[in-house]
């Protein structure tokens, strides 16, 4: 409902982990094969439509290594283990043009340096296209050859102030300074909330033949004026795990993950009781 920019995207937690991420590879496995796609905006160029609610569009693309899930959960005869990214329609396209304009690289540049003279956005975006095959007439013609003439990517380019005489923050890498234009460009204004869609489709093929595939599907939305949904939903249950180690309710020790039920069971029940549930459903394969 607050999606109203080019990335369709806000930030409630780190942009210059958002925006590195973007840079990851990812591997899966699908019916029964190793998938892998490569970073660099390999796996952005995959994004597709998301069929979950009928009310919200999304995009979403794979999100790492989702082949040690085999191990993590102990299925081994599982021929499809998928793990992604949900994003509003859009999202891919935009990250994938400040990927080719050389924005994503954590490279350190002299120019942007601290102490570095001033620099407008548009001069840093026409240094970066410089370094590229692009012979354009102007600025905006260069980055709509560099785009490859999408004309709605130059136009989010320049909705997010990237060909305009705003100064640049000396951060020391394109990417750098994008977090810190974007922390500022892209925040949460008083009053709006975030949200956290989590989906899950698990398909099952019981001993007699039948199969069915089982759905779980969280909505969380962050509280105007107060705790948006992404700190709800990492900060309260690492909050009830070390008030159950610290009343004695959990026993075990080390460095664990909750896939046990001694752990997830108390921990999903007192979630609910914070506001905090998932859906549940099932149908017919």
Known sequence: EYANNPLKYKFSWSPRNVLLGLMNSAKYIKDGKVVKLPGEGGVLERAT???????????GYANRDSTHYVDTYHIP????????????????SVALALLRLG?????????????AASLA???LLAMLVSQTQARGPNLRSAVLEVLGGSEFSVEAMEELGLLSDAPVDLCGSPLDALAAHLQERLRYAPGERDAVYLHHSIGVEWANGSKETRHINLRQYGIPHGFTAMAQTVGIPTAIAAKMLLT??????????????????????KLKAEGIEAT??????
């Open 49 to 59: 439509p998301v069929d979950i609610y009928p009310d919200i569009q999304l995009e």
């Open 280 to 285: 549940f459903s099932t149908e017919a394969a």
């Open 248 to 269: 004695g309710e959990l026993t075990t020790r080390g460095i664990v993950t909750p896939t046990t039920s001694d752990i997830y069971t108390p921990i999903l029940r």
């Open 103 to 115: 924005l994503l690289s954590d490279s350190p540049v002299q120019r942007l340096q601290p102490g």
């Open 77 to 92: 005869e599982s021929h499809t283990i998928f793990r992604g990214t949900l994003r509003y329609p859009g999202f891919s």
């Open 121 to 123: 956005w548009k001069d």
